[in-house]
């Protein structure tokens, strides 16, 4: 029988640890840096908090019974309805195209 090697070589070992000492270095200048930065300059990840709001005004704003409300008119629907298509008005929208319908699928 031939003379099997199932152990790993000198030249993989020294790859491994050549790659683990490589991550150890890039990971100690990392912290270095981040270590010598201002606090300040580091990214937040919410922003800051605001203020109380002011102690004075303890009660809710005032409601004022019978106020008035916007005067605009209320949007009127895409499509009108049947009677208002009659009278003459007129889709905001084009129609919409037909679907496409595919053969039926048959059954095995």
Same mark, same amino acid.
């Given at each position: 029988?031939?003379?099997?090697?199932?152990?790993?070589?000198?030249?993989?070992?020294?790859?491994?640890?050549?790659?683990?000492?490589?991550?150890?270095?890039?990971?100690?200048?990392?912290?270095?840096?981040?270590?010598?930065? +201002?606090?300040?300059?580091? !990214?937040?990840?919410?922003? *800051?908090?605001?203020?109380?709001? =002011?102690?004075? @005004? /303890?009660?809710?704003?005032?409601?004022?019974?019978?106020?008035?409300?916007?005067?605009?008119?209320?949007?009127?629907?895409?499509?009108?309805?049947?009677?208002?298509?009659? +009278?003459?008005?007129?889709? !905001?929208?084009?129609?919409? *195209?037909?679907?496409?319908?595919? =053969?039926?699928? @048959? /059954?095995?």
């Amino acid at each position: 029988m031939a003379d099997v090697r199932t152990g790993i070589s000198k030249g993989d070992w020294l790859l491994a640890a050549m790659l683990i000492v490589a991550g150890l270095a890039i990971s100690g200048l990392s912290l270095a840096e981040i270590k010598a930065r +201002d606090a300040q300059q580091l !990214a937040q990840a919410t922003p *800051p908090l605001q203020g109380s709001p =002011p102690v004075g @005004k /303890d009660e809710p704003a005032e409601a004022k019974p019978g106020g008035t409300r916007p005067t605009t008119p209320a949007p009127e629907p895409a499509r009108p309805d049947v009677e208002a298509q009659k +009278d003459g008005a007129k889709a !905001a929208l084009p129609p919409a *195209p037909a679907e496409k319908v595919a =053969p039926p699928i @048959k /059954d095995k």
